[in-house]
């Protein structure tokens, strides 16, 4: 049978110009990738930072009239700012295409230029598999339940949060999920491997772009951009795809020739690969093995981790009734790992700075929103009953709170059962 080549040497003229304006845009958008991570490279992440912070807000501005601040890259992926950047770079690379097209003498199918390419996305995307899938592996993207999440209402939920709860609650599921872009980043290292790479990343990005859209989480932008990339490393094997799933036509092999002419060069590019995949997997796996020993450091958590109910709340000496109205007095405690909140009747919660300190017994709560509102407190625990006596502001406060056991929540006490004669549906 004979091998036939997966990167088309006759393109039309309207496929050299996709190409042309594909490799324009998506060179934009992953640069300065992997620049970033080498010895001195963060410089290169940083010119790149400072260039689009500049040329955002200038076609922000001038295009679509926004004449206010806009909301720098951050936790969100799906800023006002980060669409008109990619509207910018879709823009430049729109340009870029037209004069290369231009200044072009003759019709260039771009063969070898597709082929590097390919290879530059092929990492590009292994790169993002294997940093969220062993993120998702050690069980740091999604942690656990928090005792905040534990006594949330259902219905006070964001759609975001709805989902983060559903990954956190089963460690099988989110390391199932790792593995799974796992396995994509490995195969796409590989030019045996990378059709079948693709298929799996295609489909397990496929998987992520559709739960940020059904739960509004904001990286809508960047996993579809993962996907897109996925399948057009895909786009070389589409008539062999094509002929093996639909059409029941034999697929014919493809060749995979050596990237250079010269051995020294192939030999060169081989030792880097190696050393490109020993630096992710060593890096990613030390990173996320510390990550998650400071998650699950139980030893870590405050003194007084847990939720606490009201028994009693005195002001001055006197026991107060507890009232909707009563802007003071408190319903429930919650003491988790990184933050406190005090919950009053009216339900709304206040979060507090927790310094505790377990030689003097001493608790110290700052409101994070203002540093001047603290609760100076002594703590004495027995069993399940903690007292709080101490000050805020200028009030005496002497309060008595009762520990509740959160390992008793439904969500955290049902477990896992093989057997199950009813739907236990709650």
Known sequence: ?????????????????????FFCYYILYAFPFPLEYIPFGHYFGMWTYDFWKWLVPIVAENIFHIDKELTLPNGSGDTTFNYIQVFTQLLIAILATTIWTLSSNKRKTHSKLYIYLIVYLRYYLAFYMLSYGSSKLFVNQFSSLSLFDLITPYGDSSPMGLMWNFMEYSDSYTIFSGVSEI?????????RTTKLGALVT??????????????DIPVKLFSSHLMII???????HLKSLTNFFILNKPAMPVSIDKYFVKRKLNIAGLIFKTIFILFLLITFTTNQIRRHNINRDIASYPELYGIYT??????????????????????????DKYSTAIIKLDDSKEYYKNETDTTSRNLKLT????????????????????????????DTLKIELTKK????????????????EYPYNR
């Open 405 to 420: 056991d959160h390992t008793q929540f439904r969500l955290l006490k049902r477990g896992f059962n093989w057997i199950n």
């Open 202 to 215: 295609f489909g397990v990005m496929l998987n992520v772009f559709m739960m940020n859209l059904s739960y």
């Open 310 to 335: 009201i028994n009693s709340f005195s002001k001055n000496g006197k026991e107060i009734i507890p009232l909707a109205t009563d802007s003071l007095h408190w319903k429930k405690m919650v003491v």
């Open 183 to 191: 396995i994509g980043g490995l195969l796409l290292m590989f030019r």
């Open 367 to 394: 409101l994070y929103r203002d540093s001047l509102s603290v609760y100076n407190l002594k703590y004495q625990k027995s069993d399940s009953i903690l007292n709080l006596e101490g000050t805020y502001l200028q």
């Open 1 to 21: 049978m004979t091998k036939t080549t997966s990167f088309p040497d006759n393109q039309n003229f309207i496929q050299t110009l996709f190409f042309r304006l």
């Open 230 to 236: 996925a399948l057009f490393i895909l786009s070389p």
